[in-house]
């Protein structure tokens, strides 16, 4: 139990005491701020600017489609000059205006004729026109000022029709469980995205990073030494729980920074002069933070596990590459079917994927995080998940055993399942 502890303890200090897991560590938390405040940020900036009031309306409807339009951009703010011309004066008059445009004396223009009476088209010219909120608040006016004609000849008010037919609705979702209200529903979402994101990145970094570690010690020959002293089979369990100890704590550095993050995000947010983030401190009971748990844990072994064996069987890096390619396909399902079992926590895939050892690691946190999941479910869940890290531990054991001192070519599947089978 000595000789396990030692390399446990040297796996995890070599890897804590690195720059690569400082930097990472704090990068995660000041990943996570910009994404609570760029967004906010780009909001604040994609709102229409006010140059889109500092253009000339061309009016060649003959109907006063260009004084409704101006109206209706003035409720925004500046009302724009508007030209009354005829359909045979258009191309000179766009000419003229063009050279303002040119001269920076105006923003740009818009035409309307008969098609925007008749609700076709209209056409905009001018420095802004790649600026979409500029260009969502010209459409917006001009149909808004269409509208307000047919209202008109039908006989209606038009700012009556408009204002009972405008409706600023705010859904709020609060998620009701066994245990009564847990929480807003938007932030189990973003809870669930983030468990899943932060279980893959685990797996996939740190199972290349054993991978990578065996072939190192492969290649300078350190392997042979360390066998000779310690059963190959507590060598991989030293590398697999020392590593997973260094992504533990690197994951409890990032969600200890994601609460704090959430709970001071509005005097953060007040500070950038920006408004609160509407995302809101999911509530985690014990029993699911402890599941939780227990799936990292898991789901960690079950794929580094295979990760080092796989490091075993190959001494260089190229070739790691490629027989390391299945490992990781078993992984991508997981990110790839995280949608859908978003949008259906309940559905038949989604519990399905959520009981396979494969995904079950990552898409049962998933589901356990926006739905209630029955307790038989999570109980054969981790059962089946239990017995596969069994199974893996125990094969990868054997394949590592022989694999660390093998030198030279890649071996066959035939070669390494007579290793699982005779290792001894």
């Given at each position: 139990m000595g000789k396990l502890f030692a390399v446990i303890k040297r796996e995890y200090l070599e890897r804590v005491r690195s720059r690569w897991f400082v930097f990472a560590t704090i990068f995660g938390p000041l990943m996570m701020a910009v994404l609570i405040i760029l967004p906010a940020y780009l909001a604040s900036k994609?709102?229409?600017?006010?140059?889109?009031?500092?253009?000339?309306?061309?009016?060649?409807?003959?109907?006063g489609m260009g004084l409704r339009v101006a109206r209706a951009l003035g409720v925004f703010g500046r009302t724009p000059e508007v030209r009354e011309v005829g359909p045979s004066e258009l191309a000179q008059a766009e000419s003229t205006v063009t050279r303002q445009v040119m001269d920076k004396t105006l923003e740009g223009y818009l035409v309307v004729d008969q098609?925007?009476?008749s609700g076709e088209s209209a056409r905009y010219a001018g420095r802004n026109a790649s600026t979409i909120p500029d260009m969502s608040r010209l459409e917006e006016a001009v149909k808004s000022a269409v509208l307000g004609r047919r209202f008109e000849e039908a006989g209606l008010d038009a700012s009556k029709v408009q204002a009972l037919s405008t409706v600023n609705l705010r859904m709020e979702a609060e998620r009701l469980t066994e245990r009564g209200r847990g929480g807003g529903g938007k932030g189990n979402v973003a809870m669930a995205y983030g468990v899943a994101l932060l279980l893959y990145m685990s797996i996939v970094l740190y199972g290349q990073s054993i991978l990578m570690g065996v072939i190192e010690e492969k290649s300078q020959r350190v392997a042979e030494v360390v066998v000779a002293s310690i059963p190959a089979e507590k060598l991989l369990a030293g590398k697999v729980i020392g590593v997973g100890a260094v992504g533990?704590?690197?994951q409890l550095v990032w969600i200890a920074s994601a609460i704090l993050l959430l709970k001071f995000q509005a005097p953060i947010m007040a500070t950038f002069g920006l408004p609160p983030s509407p995302?809101?401190?999911?509530?985690?009971?014990?029993?699911?933070a402890v599941a939780y748990f227990a799936y990292y844990i898991l789901g960690f072994v079950f794929f580094t596990s295979l990760f080092g064996a796989v490091g075993?069987?190959?001494?260089s890096t190229q070739d790691a590459q490629q027989v390391s390619t299945p490992l990781t396909m078993l992984i991508v399902p997981s990110i790839v079917l995280l949608m859908p079992v978003l949008l259906s926590p309940n559905g038949g895939l989604a519990r399905a994927v959520s009981i396979i050892p494969f995904t079950a690691p990552i898409l049962m946190p998933v589901r356990m995080s926006i739905t209630a999941v029955p307790w038989y479910e999570i109980a054969l869940s981790i059962g089946l998940l239990v017995l596969s890290c069994?199974?893996?531990m125990w094969m990868a054991g054997r394949i590592y055993r022989v694999g660390v001192l093998m030198y030279g070519k890649k071996p066959t599947i035939a070669e390494v399942w007579r290793w699982v089978r005779v290792s001894q």
């Open positions: 994609s709102k229409a600017s006010n140059d889109v009031g500092n253009i000339v309306v061309l009016d060649a409807s003959g109907g098609l925007t009476m533990f704590t690197q995302m809101q401190m999911p509530q985690l009971s014990v029993a699911t075993s069987m190959v001494s069994a199974g893996a």
